[in-house]
Structure formats: structure tokens, C-alpha cells
């Protein structure tokens, strides 16, 4: 029986588009290019309008970014052919990966539509004005830059005063997190444990100062409590003489699973095996045991294998319906909605009814960790891990963690690097998709491996896997889990097995070393 399906065939193919995403990270804080507005519509409520990207210099750029104010009553409603965030009345737009390589002279245009009357106003295109001519002469930066305090969502921030100012601008990345008149702001929303790098710039009717050195802070719930979530591996009840969970727990002090697989049991309707009552048979049986040892679950919806539920419901409300079922079934902290197939990962309509359906989760549970986990190259993303990351980010949808898979991947010989090249690749693609820092990015990945030998016969050894870790944990990953605990044990020269991990090593070995994380 195979373990996981291989991907070769579908990993070769967005190697490329991996490697050009990854290179369109923020640009630089000043490049020689302009942006014209220009309204293209009117009618009462609002308007269309357009801006108009020009690269002035002699020399190329390879990506963009416009900032701009509107009035208080007036916000973007859509636009196209860029990304826009807002915060408060900030708008940022950056180019897509289609247009923002820019060579001298030429221009690239996006468009949008504003509800209210207000023109956009302090804009600026990479940093500089829009009109040209350098940075504006605006406010002198503001010094001091501190963090005041931490909490399990939140950051909060103070710096010096600068005369002469309208506001201050909060940033994280290019990406500006809080807009205030005070000399202090709290941002909230924050994944638990996680690592965020702020700057802060003046601004006033000529424009905005230079952003001030960085200050880094980390949120609280890192230890006690669900920071052990972090560390969850595979659990399947019912395929590969499962072992007790209690009797992993004791001998690992591992406390969370991840429970495989919540499918379709017939249309919109979750089961797990897609035959097995949400509260009764193997897996509720394992999930008790689980938690009156002191654990907890994660359930994982998809897989390799099976009737999924995203091609079966019929839109984003219906399939976060489903979802809302399984929460619901077990009072869950976390999902984890593993889109591996090509019935849902290569399938755009579907990937677009999952993030819709995970933005509608987080709405009515704010508290709930998000999870997706996803096949990768040895680069990185493929086109559809691309895809599904640049779509949540236009999309608005905050996914707490984004977690390859680094097998089964053709990763050779060595597969501490290929593995590590996969999780940089990720970071690359989700700097560029959201305007995060490298910790904020490594804050929101995650490394989901195979121990021992994969179905392509890549050997990840215990001692390969301590390095992976070792590697996760120094950046701040949020999640280090495998595949899975039914193989977490010894059966040297066994091949690829349900049962055990195929090479020497001790039971629960990798578990223990995930522990460790």
C-alpha cells in the first residue's frame, strides 16, 4: 500500500514559477518610479480610478508597491490587476506577479473602485513620492521605537514624539499595521508565540518621514498551556496496528495529534474515513483516550486519499459548514485542512472555496488556529502552493500556518537540505504574498515530514530529523509534526510500511525528538 502518492510529475512542473515568486520580495525603500491617479468613472456613491506605475529610471525594477491615504467615509471596495490591504484609511497596493517587473520607461497600470467622494492623497510609490523628484520632505523619524508589552495576540508599541506631524504609520514589512495620532499603538490579531519586526514612520501634509530602525517583539503562550499544539504528529486510528495513544503520551510526553482523515461520508457531510460517525467508532474512541490523558487533537481534513470534501460542497458557506461540524463535534482549538490532492489543490475553484470556507471559520471562531498543508518541490511552493498563498492574501484570509510536506518530493540524498531549501522557498513566497519579514514568515510555517523512508524511498533517519528540527525551532516555525506515529517505529530493511518507519530506530524515536521542538 502506498503511504502517500508521489509528486514528482506535479512538483516538476512549478519548480520555475517557485523560483520567480520567490524573487518578488518587497522592493526597495526608494526606486525611481512615479504613479499618476486618475479617475476613469463617477456616479454618487463613488468612483473607478486608475493608477499608472512608471519606471523613470534607467535601469529595471522588479516590483512595486503605491501607499496612499483616502478620507475618513471613503474605502477601496475592489480593484484588479494588483493586491490591496488597507489599515485604517492607509491603502497599500502591490503588483502581481504578472506586472511588476518594470523595464525604463514602461508602465503598468491597476485599477480600483472607491465608495465615498475622497481622492487618494500622501502617496507614495516604493517609499518615494508619486509625483517624483526623491523621498517628500515630510516630518523628521521618529526615535525610541520600543515594545511596552506582549500578550498571546497582540504587540504593543511607543516611541518618541516628532513636531509637525498628522499621524504615525506602524509598519511590519511594507505593510502598515496601525495608523495613530498618539505616539504609542497596540497590534492585535497575532498568531500565539509568534515573532513580528515593527518600524514606524511621521507623516503629515508633505508626506511621510523614513521609516525608524526596527524593534522585534514576540507574542506570549510559547510555553504551557496550547504551545505544545506546535508538536502534533499524524495519528490514524484503524490503519497500521495503531498504537494506544496513551501509551506514546507516556513514554514521549508528546500531548497533541493530528487525527487522519475527516472526509466526505456523501456530499457536504463530514466523516472521518468518510464512512466513521464524527462521535462514535475508532476515532472518537482514540480522541477520548487522547484527552483523558491530558492531550488533545487536531483533526485533518483531506489527505491524500479518499472523497474530499472541498470538490463535494457546493460553496465556501457550505463547506465551512462542514468544518463548523467537526469544531463543533469536539470543542476543537485547531484545524488542519490538508490540500494535497489534485481534486483540490490543483483545482482553483476548489482552492478558492477552502480559503473562503477558512476565512468564514475564523469569523465565527476568533480564537481557532488555522492550519493548511500542502505538497512542495525541493525549491519551494509549486505553482499551486504559489497560487494558494497569493489568493489568501487577496483574499484577506488569515491562516494561522502554512505547512509543506518535504517528501515524496524527489528530495535525493540529502534531505536536511532539500528540506530546508523547500521551508526557505515557502518563506520567500509568503514575503512576497503578505509583505512579512523573514520572522514573521518563519512564525507562520510549518514542516510536516515522513520519518524514515518515504515512498520514494527518501531516507529522513533520526538523526536527519534532530537537525530539521533543531533548524524549525532556531526560526520560530509554528508547527513540527510527520507522518506518521502508526510508523513511528523500528523495521530495518521493512521497505515502505503502514506499521513501521522501514529503517533501525527506537520506538517513538521520532516523536520524542518532535517533542524536543
Known sequence: MKLRSPRAAIFAAGIAAAVVAATLIAPSAASAATAAFVRTANWSSGYEARFTVTND?????SSWNVQFDLPTGSSVSSFWDTTITTSGQRVTAVNRSWNGSLAPGASASFGFIVTGSGDPTNCTVNGASCTGGGTPTGPAT???LRVTGTATSSISLAWNAVTGVTGYR????DAVKATVTATSATVSGLATCSAHSYTVAAYNASGESAKSPAVSGTTTGCTGGTGSMAVAPYYYPGWGNPPAPATVMSATGVKWFTM???????????????TGSLTSGAHANAIAAIRAAGGDIIPSIGGWSGNKLGPNCSSAAELAGAYQKVIDAYGLKAIDVDIENSDEFENAVVQDRILGALKIVKQKNPGIKTIITFGTATTGPTSHGIRLINQAAALGVDIDTYTIMPFDFNGGANMYQS???????????????????????YSRMGISGMNG??????????????QIRDWAKARGLSRFTFWSVNRDRPCPGGGVMENCSGIAQNNWEFTSISVGF
Open 57 to 61: 529610471a534607467s535601469t529595471s525594477i
Open 142 to 144: 521618529p526615535g525610541g
Open 170 to 173: 506602524v509598519y511590519e514589512g
Open 260 to 274: 487522519a482523515f475527516i472526509l466526505s461520508g456523501g456530499g457536504c457531510t463530514p466523516a472521518w474515513d468518510g
Open 419 to 441: 528540506t530546508i531549501n523547500a521551508a526557505e522557498g515557502l518563506k520567500n513566497a509568503l514575503k512576497s504574498a503578505f509583505g512579512w519579514s523573514d520572522a514573521t514568515a
Open 453 to 466: 523512508l518515504s515512498d520514494q524511498q527518501e531516507l529522513t533517519s533520526p538523526a536527519t530529523w534532530t
